[in-house]
Structure formats: structure tokens, C-alpha cells
């Protein structure tokens, strides 16, 4: 007698208690494989995590309201979702889109009736190099073309299971153009330990302290100070945590490096353990970066199995220490260290009040070192090769190289590394970026850079970044652009203050009305007001950035918003009236010039 | 020496000095000293939470928090300021047109902090265009009523309910401009929830988002706790809760 649904449900959510644990920060862990193989998360499982784990219902539909890839309803047996940054748009992912919903016969977000296949948006999936991308449960298809996009419609309707799809349509390319002096190195840098083990954790933080390394992530801090202030925080416990949830729009070097140079990775981890005394690591992968799950396990596997993991580390007794992964589920702020946290812990992504901060109150409030992924890469490398190698290149004050994500409107977009001080000029000559009007630097929450900025460098000192270089040609409409991020920050506000929360709401509605011809120059002016604002007042980096690009195509491109003014209006009401007269058109079934108030 | 300790441990709010116990924050220190910096979702009751914004001074050239901010000696604190309290009325501004708010015809008008920080601060209109999103009132308990419209995602009752009351009965879901307030119960309703009306988190309410019923009218129009003074004088709802009803 087949199982009825309940009974199926019982049993995976058994399995997952059994093999995974109770605890409650495994909890998005849980939700996100009940998503997975139910293509929602049913509230019969709802209430069994929440008795099995002692967590509220309230605490679990909460978090599944919070992660764009979490559902409480049902999702397509194929969910598909298209990445819907930018530099997606500028290689026609709308059209692509279009294409696929039409042939699927569904709308954006409305599961088939036949529940076969959900087509939505996302944000950003990290493939910039390879876009239009798109998500199918999960798994990253890149380099979308019409004929992919009906390759996948025949697949979806003949109803092949997802692991008998072609695998040429799941192959992730790495496009590194420029390797610098960390990439070339990590090729023959050794993944043991052994040169740490012999240096000792005291002159292996000397070493870090004297390269001056910065965090990679964005915000520059002092990567040994870290360590430091972490080793001496009293507590029974550290943990080590490494931050892959690249959700910058435009960047998606992590992505390589984790695909590439795990072993280094790990390695970074791990002597970062040793320095500081933690004996538990997390990886917090992204969702979108699914793919990489197997071979990262491979490898935590292998370290196992040679002593670079686990108990008495290196035959060095006391030196235990293991790295376990934990998946994101599409929150762009579980970026930020600390709502990073929040969601290591299982709960929604909402930033921590600071101070204290995670370096002394992290996970589970015990001292936390989080870091980039290619900060630990440095690291693990700076260990081995020594500080005096690391600061052959670079600034005094920005030490070493940067890896950045180039997309956009260049003739190869991909991974470029550069010593820092390099200028933004030499960057869109080698991937050529021929004629750029605007490059966009460190995303969406970076800054809108014209050409007689181009001189400017990348440095923590210039134009600090976290790696995503969005480059934009001469008949690109910067209007498109910034539509596309007041739309990505009202989407991925967590929602905790009111700046963030209801400001990038407001930016998106103006934004959206000067795209519409309808805005005057009083609006602008309300925009720079309301950004303003935000950067001021808001609770985390997300609010205070959200309107950077808003501030710089006002400052910097005005002519984007001013050619699209009412003519001869100095204030243009935000009620419209003709709009509001849309749902007696639709009673009415009329749409003739004496239904409007208006010419259309 | 002693001397030295006790100017040490004082910071200038608006050039007013305001003596601090180490660990205070910028509010405690000066709600202890009698000086009004408003605030909606800070209650000294429970652990500060810093997001509602209202309460944001300038220190060193930037807002800060005053519920978060740690007090430190030698802070110059600047809070009413033209542009401080301009700052603040657009925050204000911003959670009354998100919301579903209708001072006139709300039983906790002339009570409500929401629209006495607005008065406060000089806030005469929303000047946003209003959201009007569309949410419910849930009247399933016996004893009091939430309205959702009117909530402004403080958090107070999640945190009361939590930490005082030791019930969880709330809970914030969803992100940006679609998180709710949420009920734990099988329903989610209040009625079938461990909510009672001796609960903290049922007094803690700054806005008419929890209400008692059957006294929504017990103090006439122009005799509540804000309609004589203002808030800098009278003091958050929570702390005049059973003295001046609703």
C-alpha cells in the first residue's frame, strides 16, 4: 500500500532529525531539505520540527517567510528562477524569460496548475560572467540562449528527472583572465598544515599581523586583529566561520575560489582555529552556490581521512577542530556578519545590535571569527609563503591583491586579479570595456563610478571593494540600472528598521515614477532626501548603502532622471487619479478615451 | 581622584551634563536624569533593540542609536536639534504611511506614543503617499484585540512576551516592508494562544495595535495621557499603563 503524503513527510523529517540532529540552529538546515525534496515546506512538517526541536511554530513559519527559497505553498515539481541582476537584464534574460514562460504556459510565481513548474525572479546568482543564469531547484544553469531555453521546456514537460538532464547545461566555467600573485600561488601552495604546525600559532599571528592583511569582504578590517581580539576573549569556546554568501550583485569570485581551491580554504579555517582556539568551523555557502556542495564535502572528507580534521590535528594534541556546512536559502543581508550569524543559528537573517560585536559575541555569543572566503585563501597562503611575499604587491595601506568579478559590457568578463592601486582604467582595458559610461564598484551597494573617475584605484584608501565590477557601455540606459537596485534592496531588506524597511520601498515608487515620465524635479529632491536618511539613520550597512546608487546618477548622471521629467511641472501629486480609475475600467471592461482622464 | 571618576563618568546631552553608571546606554542615562530623548521601540524594561530609529542622536558627526549607543564619558550628544527632530519626523513619517493609521477615529488617540513623538517632533502630515496595505484585526481573544494595521513592528510585545512573560506568544515573520506581526498558536490567532491579559507583553504596546476591550473609551477624548502634556513630560504609555487608561 503506497505511503500517504503524512506518512512521507514523517519519515524524511525523522531521517533529517536522526542524521542531522535536534538542535535549533539546524533548523534552516532542515526547512531547506524538506524544501527540496517537497517542493515546499508542508505545516505537517512545521509541527514536527517544532515539537522534535522545541521551536516555536510561530519561530519556523517566520523563517520560511523570510527566505526567498523557502515556501509554505507549493512550488513547481521543477522551480525555476531567473536571475534578475543587471547585467542579466543586458543580456536579454527578460526576453529569455519570456520565452519560457510562454512555452511552459505559466505566469511569473504561479505554480502550473498541473504543479509541474514554477517559473520566478531572483536576485543575483553569482554567474555575472556567464549570464542570463537561472536556478533550476536549485542547480545553477548558465550562458542561457533561446535554444537552452527550449531545451529546458521539452525537459520540463517530458518530466525528466533533474539528474538525467544533460550535464553540458550544469557546467560552470571558472573564466579566470588575470591571475595575480594569490591565484598563481595557490596553485602551488600545499594544503597541509605543516608549515603552521611548525611555526607555532604564535608566530603564524605574527606573520598574519606583519603582511596587513585586510578582510576581503568589503569592510578592510584587520584580519590578525580579528584573530587576536578573538584568541583573547575569555570563553569556553571560538568558532571559526566562513562567510560564502556572496550576494553582492555582479560578484562571483568566491564562487571560483571555492570551486577551485577549497583545500586553501579550509586549510585558512583551520590554522585560523588554531590561532584562536575554536574547534568548530562553518562554511555558510550560499544557496545559488548548490552546485558546489558535493565536491566541498569531498574535500572536508579528505581532510578527514589525512589528519588535517578533527582530533589531535597533525598529531598535535588538543588541536581538534572540524568544518561543518551550513546553506543560505536567497537573503541577501545573511551577508552581513552578524545576521550571518542569526542564520548559522537557524533563525531569520535580522542584524545584531553592535556592539558586541561577533569577534566577542559571535555564534551561539561566543567570540566568532568571520571571514571571507578569500581572506582565509590569503591567509592559509601568507602562512605559508610568508608576510614579506604577500606584501610585494599592493599599497601600504591595502596590502597584497584583490580578485575581481568582471561583468557587464566587456569583451571577457570573468576573474581578474589585481595588486591593489591598480587603477579602474587598466581594469577595463585588459577585459575590455571599450567606451564604458559608468562602472559600478563593489555592487549595487558600491558606487556608480563616470569616466573622469576612472583614474581612481582600487585600494581601501580609493575605492574600497568587495570584488564586483559592473561595467556599463555607452548605449546602456543608467535608468534600467537603477531600477534593477531600488528593486533588489526594497526586495532584500530584512525589514528590522525603519529607514531600511520603508525608505527603499519609498526610493523604488520614485524611481519608479520619473521611469514612468511622471516625476518632477521636486522628486528628485525627495529621493536625495529620503537616501540621505537612510544612510544616516539606518541600523546596518545595507540601509546606509541602499541609496548610494540613487545619489550618484543624481550627482554624477543627472540627464538619466532629468530627461524623463514632466515637462513644465514643478510638483506632480503621487495619487494618480487616472491610474486609480483602473479597477472601473476592468469592471467596466472599457478602455476608450472617455475612460481615462488622460491621453494615454 | 574622586572628583576625576565623577567627571569621568558623564557625557554632555544638548550641552546638559548627564551622569552615566558604566554599562548605560546614551537613553538610560538620560531618561535616569530626567532628560527626554524619544523613542518608540525602547522600553527599559527589556534589552534594548534599536529599530525603530526615532530615538537617533548625533555623536561625532553621526546618528547613533541613543538605546544602543554605550554612554561615554566626554560624549558630545546633540538630540534637539532642527535637524535631528527633522530626521526623526521623516522616520515617523515613514512608519505612519506604511501602516493603516487613523488618529481621529483610533480608540488610542490622545494615548498613543506613535502620535505623541509625532507632535513631539513637530510632524504635521505623513507627506508620503500611504502604503494602505491590507491587513487584519483579530478580535479571537476574549480580553483584548490586535489590530495589525497599527503596528509598527517595535517588537515590544515579541520581547515582553518573551523575556518577562516567558511565553513566546509573538513573533516578527516575513522581510522588508512585508514583516508582520505573528501569533504562536495553531490558528494563529490570539484566542488560541497562551495570551492573557495580565500578560506584560498586554501593557507594553506603544500604539493601538494590542487593545483591551470593553475600555476603549473610558477616558473621554481630551482627558488622556497625552492630551494635556506632552510626551517629553508624561513618559511612555508602558510606564503610565493603570494610571491613565486606554
Redesign the interface.
Same mark, same amino acid.
Given at each position: 500500500m503506497p505511503l500517504s503524503s503524512h506518512e512521507i513527510i514523517n519519515r524524511m523529517v525523522t531521517g533529517l532529525l536522526t542524521s542531522r540532529g535536534h538542535a535549533p540552529e539546524l533548523l534552516l538546515q532542515h526547512l531547506i531539505a524538506i524544501q527540496q525534496a517537497c517542493s515546499h515546506v508542508p505545516e505537517s512538517a512545521v509541527d514536527l520540527l517544532s515539537q522534535a526541536m522545541g521551536v516555536?511554530?510561530?519561530?519556523i513559519? @517566520?523563517c520560511i517567510? %523570510?527566505y526567498a527559497f523557502l515556501h509554505a505553498r507549493p512550488r513547481g515539481d521543477y522551480d525555476i528562477l531567473f536571475s534578475d541582476n543587471i547585467t542579466d537584464r543586458m543580456a536579454e534574460s527578460e526576453a529569455l524569460r519570456d520565452q519560457l514562460t510562454t512555452r511552459l504556459g505559466v505566469r511569473l510565481d504561479q505554480t502550473r496548475g498541473d504543479g509541474r513548474v514554477t517559473v520566478g525572479l531572483t536576485s543575483c546568482t553569482g554567474m555575472g560572467d556567464q549570464g542570463p543564469a537561472i536556478l533550476v531547484n536549485g542547480l545553477a544553469v548558465t550562458a542561457l540562449t533561446a535554444a537552452r531555453v527550449d531545451r529546458i521546456a521539452d525537459l520540463v514537460e517530458a518530466g525528466v528527472p533533474l539528474e538525467h538532464w544533460p550535464p553540458e547545461l550544469f557546467i560552470v566555467q571558472d573564466n579566470i583572465h588575470r591571475a595575480g600573485d594569490l591565484l598563481r600561488n595557490a596553485e602551488r601552495t600545499r594544503p597541509d598544515l605543516e608549515r603552521f604546525l611548525a611555526l607555532g600559532p604564535q608566530a603564524a599571528l605574527g606573520e598574519l599581523e606583519a603582511s596587513v592583511l585586510r578582510g576581503r569582504g568589503g569592510a578592510g578590517f584587520t584580519t590578525a586583529l580579528k584573530w587576536r581580539i578573538c584568541r583573547d576573549s575569555p570563553s569556553d569556546a571560538r568558532f571559526v566561520v566562513c562567510n560564502a554568501d556572496e550576494g553582492e550583485p555582479g560578484t562571483f569570485k568566491d564562487r571560483v575560489l571555492l570551486a577551485r581551491y577549497p583545500d586553501l580554504i579550509f586549510k585558512g579555517m583551520t590554522l585560523c582555529a588554531g590561532i584562536i582556539g575554536a574547534r568548530k568551523g562553518y562554511l555558510y555557502l550560499r544557496g545559488e552556490y548548490r552546485h558546489l556542495l558535493p565536491r566541498l564535502h569531498w574535500v572536508l572528507a579528505q581532510r578527514r581521512e589525512r589528519g588535517l580534521l578533527g582530533r589531535d590535528i597533525g598529531g598535535q594534541a588538543g588541536f581538534h577542530f572540524d568544518i561543518e556546512i551550513h546553506l543560505g536559502a536567497g537573503?541577501y543581508v545573511c551577508g552581513e556578519e552578524s545576521a550571518l550569524i542569526e542564520s548559522l543559528e537557524g533563525r +531569520?537573517g535580522v542584524v545584531r545590535?553592535r $556592539?558586541p560585536y561577533p569577534v566577542v559575541s559571535g555564534y551561539q555569543d561566543k567570540p566568532t571569527v568571520v571571514n571571507n572566503v578569500e581572506t582565509f585563501l590569503a591567509a592559509a597562503q601568507i602562512i605559508e609563503w610568508g608576510s614579506h611575499w604577500f606584501r610585494g604587491e599592493g599599497t601600504p595601506q591595502s596590502t597584497g591583491s584583490k580578485i575581481l568579478s568582471v561583468s557587464g559590457d566587456v569583451a571577457r568578463p570573468g576573474i581578474y586579479e589585481y595588486p591593489f592601486g591598480t587603477p579602474v582604467t587598466r581594469v577595463l582595458e585588459d577585459c575590455g570595456g571599450t567606451g564604458a559610461q559608468a562602472v559600478q564598484v563593489s555592487g549595487a551597494a558600491g558606487v556608480t563610478l563616470s569616466p573622469p573617475e576612472f583614474s581612481r584605484t582600487l585600494s581601501f584608501e580609493d575605492l574600497p571593494t568587495a570584488g564586483s565590477f559592473m561595467v556599463l557601455g555607452p548605449d546602456r540606459d543608467l535608468m534600467d540600472m537603477t531600477r534593477n537596485f531600488a528593486r533588489f534592496f @526594497?526586495?532584500?531588506? /530584512?525589514? %528590522? /528598521?525603519? $529607514?531600511c524597511?520603508?525608505?527603499? +520601498?519609498?526610493l523604488e515608487?520614485l524611481v519608479e515614477k520619473v521611469a514612468a515620465g511622471k516625476a518632477s524635479a521636486y522628486d528628485l529632491e525627495e529621493m536625495r +532626501?529620503?537616501g540621505d536618511?537612510m544612510r544616516? @539613520?539606518?541600523?546596518c550597512g545595507l540601509g546606509m548603502t541602499s541609496a548610494n546608487h540613487v545619489r550618484d546618477i543624481l550627482d554624477k548622471f543627472p540627464a538619466t532622471f532629468q530627461r524623463r521629467l514632466r515637462p513644465g511641472s514643478d510638483f506632480t501629486p @503621487? %495619487?494618480d487619479l487616472d491610474a486609480a480609475l483602473a479597477a472601473a475600467r476592468a469592471i467596466t471592461g472599457r478602455n476608450d478615451a472617455g475612460a481615462h482622464l488622460e491621453e494615454a | 581622584m574622586n572628583l576625576s571618576t565623577t567627571m569621568a563618568n558623564s557625557f554632555r546631552l544638548d550641552g546638559r551634563e548627564i551622569p552615566f553608571q558604566p554599562g548605560q546606554t546614551i537613553m538610560d542615562a538620560a531618561l535616569a536624569a530626567g532628560a527626554y530623548i524619544p523613542h518608540l521601540c525602547h522600553n527599559p524594561e527589556l534589552a534594548p533593540h534599536g529599530s525603530c530609529r526615532v530615538c537617533v542622536v548625533r555623536v561625532g558627526g553621526r546618528l547613533v542609536s541613543s538605546c544602543t549607543a554605550p554612554a561615554a564619558a566626554g560624549l558630545e550628544v546633540a538630540s534637539d536639534t532642527p535637524d535631528i527632530q527633522a530626521s526623526r519626523r521623516t522616520i515617523l513619517q515613514m512608519l505612519f504611511v506604511e501602516g493603516n493609521h487613523i488618529c481621529p477615529a483610533c480608540e488610542k488617540t490622545g494615548a498613543c506614543q506613535l502620535q505623541a513623538v509625532a507632535y513631539y517632533t513637530g510632524m504635521l502630515a505623513p507627506h508620503f503617499s500611504h502604503f494602505f496595505p491590507r491587513r487584519d484585526l483579530d478580535a479571537s481573544h476574549p480580553d483584548y484585540v490586535i489590530d495589525f494595521n497599527r503596528c509598527i513592528l517595535c517588537e515590544l510585545c515579541v520581547r515582553a512576551s518573551r523575556d518577562l512573560d516567558g511565553k513566546n506568544v509573538f513573533a516578527i515573520s516575513g522581510r522588508g516592508i512585508d514583516s508582520r506581526l505573528v501569533i504562536e498558536s495553531p490558528t494563529g490567532k490570539l484566542g488560541d494562544s497562551a495570551f492573557a491579559a495580565t500578560d506584560r507583553a498586554a501593557h507594553v504596546c506603544p500604539v493601538g495595535a494590542i487593545l483591551p476591550k470593553r475600555g476603549a473609551y473610558a477616558v473621554p477624548i481630551g482627558q488622556r495621557l497625552y492630551d494635556r502634556e506632552p510626551i517629553s513630560q508624561v513618559g511612555d504609555v508602558a510606564a503610565n499603563e493603570g494610571r491613565a487608561r486606554p
Open positions: 516555536t511554530r510561530s519561530r513559519r @517566520a517567510d %523570510f537573503a +531569520r545590535k $556592539p @526594497a526586495h532584500e531588506s /530584512c525589514g %528590522f /528598521c525603519t $529607514p524597511r520603508v525608505g527603499n +520601498r519609498l515608487a +532626501r529620503i536618511l544616516q @539613520a539606518s541600523y @503621487a %495619487f | -
